[in-house]
């Protein structure tokens, strides 16, 4: 496989997707789904919640649409735990 001149100008095949800006609409049973975790949350004050899915029904998609909008509603700062004494990693 040849790799393409850095600096050229790539065919199309060679076009790398910005992920980033890609806006992921939920399934149904996707949105059912948020829809009761948020619930999990707001009524009973469950945080830890395990979302089990059959393979490839989009588990990583409703992670990330959860986050995203408890990002957007303040409600969380990062996915990221961290260790409260020293600010670093968990101690393992």
């Known amino acids: 496989m040849r790799k393409p001149i850095e600096g050229a100008r790539l065919p199309a095949k060679y076009v790398v997707l910005d992920f980033a800006h890609v806006d992921f609409r939920p399934y149904s049973y996707q949105r059912e789904i948020l829809d009761e975790l948020d619930a999990e949350r707001q009524i009973h004050n469950r945080w ?3 979302v089990v899915m ?31 004494e020293t600010g670093g990693a968990p101690a393992t």
Not at 68 to 83: I, N
Request: a positive charge.
């Open 54 to 84: 059959a393979t490839g029904a989009g588990k990583t998609v409703v992670a990330a649409l959860d986050y995203r909008r408890l990002r957007a509603t303040g409600q969380a700062e990062s996915v990221l735990r961290r260790d409260e």
């Open 48 to 50: 830890r919640n395990l």
